[in-house]
């Protein structure tokens, strides 16, 4: 139904319930969100026993946001006291818990709820979810806040099963093994790898980390603030607001590097391996080690000590394809055993299937893994057309190369609440994003990739067809201003169906 003709029917302003599924950063902004502005009926499911999302699940040594606490962190939850410039998982995975807890939505989580399946009840206008437990909830609304890095990823490599010794997920680390003395195989060279092998290479006996692609590297030397810049942090008037927004136009640079690569580009990417030559001495190493990709086509990673780390003599670089895996290790391409006690996957993860294996079912029993059979897209990353009063957070086309994740999940709270309320508002039963809308939001993203470094090489930013569908192509201050007011005219909004209004 048209928008003048929803607006015309009586109005009866609705008391709506909203589910929220994941207990992350973005499930957390948008309870906080929601609330804040009245809509107090919000349950979060989480299948983890704690809420924090990938900063519950991301244990490994070493583990920190490689973006500056000052920007990665809520604007309405400012913290002055940062033990560095970029915080360990325990800092921030309390940091997370403080702010459930003093925003009032740590009493909405429900924990240890694996969502299985979400359909949409025209009838009734509902979402109804269910979980692996058995469990069955109802809501006017449905928030997707999964994110894109919540399923590790392990590649099928021949004999995965024969290895004899231990073996874990970087996502899953197994803290109760001792690595000490051990001959550690780490399968993987990106973010999470670039963090863990420096805190363990002294522990272990022998230490061979598998490259596939070599990395670009800028300096992070993330040491502890000294007692006098903490002091000022917390004291100095207005320099918490400074940083955040030195923070905010660095992270915009680095989208300006990624978006004209054949000019100022060459700028970060000579700086990049400036950097990098300094931090390599062994030449042999340094071009094994050496990136054949434009700088920024993939995640640009921020290190002072992985580099240096490489080169210790119990360290060994092996960029040989790993063809099988036996009991006694790692077998390469070139006829080698890699002789291993422990195997350890930093693979990363598989950020391509945003919510699934979890069945969404939309309008007319249509599935949102045929929607996306060509490639994910929504408008806005958050809207997808046949799915009403659904709401995906970090979705398609909504992550960041340069800046915070945060930035865009509070942008996409904010959105999504406006639709709620207008939905409320209205007394409708349901509001949907037009195909037209969506179809013309998601070209105009495409077509920005066209010159940018994101198209020069595969990396996780693609599917298998080629198509980016993790990253937006712009800054992070495009993305606000274009999604920081719901037009309705942009959306069909659908009167209440009689039995939901009887009931």
């Not at 905010?248 to 580009?265: A, K, N, V, W």
């Not at 099988?324 to 422990?342: F, K, M």
């Not at 060509?374 to 340069?402: D, E, K, R």
């Amino acid at each position: 139904m048209s928008v003048a003709a929803i607006e015309a029917q009586p109005r009866r302003r609705r008391s709506l319930r909203v589910l929220i599924v994941g207990a992350g950063f973005g499930g957390i902004a948008a309870a906080v969100e929601l609330r804040s502005h009245g809509i107090e009926d919000v349950t979060i499911l989480e299948r983890a026993p704690d809420l924090g999302g990938t900063w519950f699940y991301n244990s490994y040594p070493g583990a920190a946001c490689d973006v500056p606490s000052h920007l990665y962190s809520f604007s309405f939850a400012q913290r002055r006291d940062w033990s560095r410039l970029c915080s360990p998982q325990q800092e921030i995975f309390e940091y997370l818990h403080e702010v459930a807890r003093d925003q009032g939505v740590e009493q909405l989580v429900r924990t240890g709820r694996t969502v299985t399946a979400c359909s949409w009840d025209e009838d009734a206008a509902v979402w109804s979810v269910e979980t692996s437990e058995g469990e069955r909830y109802e809501a006017e609304a449905l928030v997707l806040a999964t994110g894109q890095l919540h399923q590790p990823h392990v590649p099928l490599i021949q004999g995965a099963g024969q290895f004899a010794g231990h073996t874990f997920h970087s996502a899953s680390w197994d803290h109760e093994y001792d690595l000490s003395g051990k001959r550690v195989g780490v399968i993987g060279s990106g973010a999470s790898a670039v963090q863990f092998v420096p805190e363990i290479a002294p522990r272990v006996a022998q230490m061979t980390v598998f490259q596939r692609t070599g990395n670009w590297f800028l300096p992070r030397k993330n040491r502890p603030y000294p007692a006098l810049v903490r002091r000022a942090f917390e004291r100095v008037p207005r320099l918490q607001e400074f940083r955040r927004r030195f923070v905010f136009e660095y992270g915009e640079s680095l989208t300006l590097l990624i978006r004209h690569p054949g000019s100022i580009g060459r700028i970060g990417a000579a700086r990049s391996a400036a950097f990098m030559r300094s931090q390599l001495k062994d030449p042999v190493l340094r071009e094994k080690v050496w990136p054949d990709y434009t700088f920024g086509c993939k995640r640009i990673l921020f290190s002072s000590q992985f580099l240096p780390a490489l080169e210790r003599a119990n360290v060994e670089l092996e960029t040989e394809r790993v063809q099988e895996i036996v009991a006694e290790g790692l077998r390469t391409a070139d006829g080698r055993l890699h002789e291993l006690d422990c195997l350890i996957w930093a693979t990363g993860f598989r950020t391509n299937d945003f919510m699934f294996p979890m069945a969404i079912t939309g309008r007319g029993g249509r599935s949102l893994e045929a929607a996306w059979q060509g490639g994910a897209h929504a408008h806005l990353g958050i809207c997808v057309p046949s799915f009403p009063n659904m709401f995906v957070m970090y979705g398609p086309n909504t992550n960041t190369s340069g800046g915070s994740i945060i930035f865009y999940l509070e942008t996409q709270a904010a959105y999504l609440r406006q639709a709620i309320q207008q939905l409320a508002a209205r007394g409708a039963g349901a509001i949907e994003v037009r195909a037209d809308v969506e179809a013309a939001s998601d070209h105009a993203v495409q077509h920005r990739f066209a010159g940018t470094a994101w198209t020069a090489c595969d990396s996780w930013y693609r599917d298998a067809q080629g198509r980016i569908v993790a990253n937006w192509p712009g800054y992070m201050r495009e993305y606000a201003e274009q999604a920081a007011r719901l037009d309705a005219s942009q959306f069909d909004f659908e009167p209440l169906p009689r039995q939901a209004a009887v009931a």
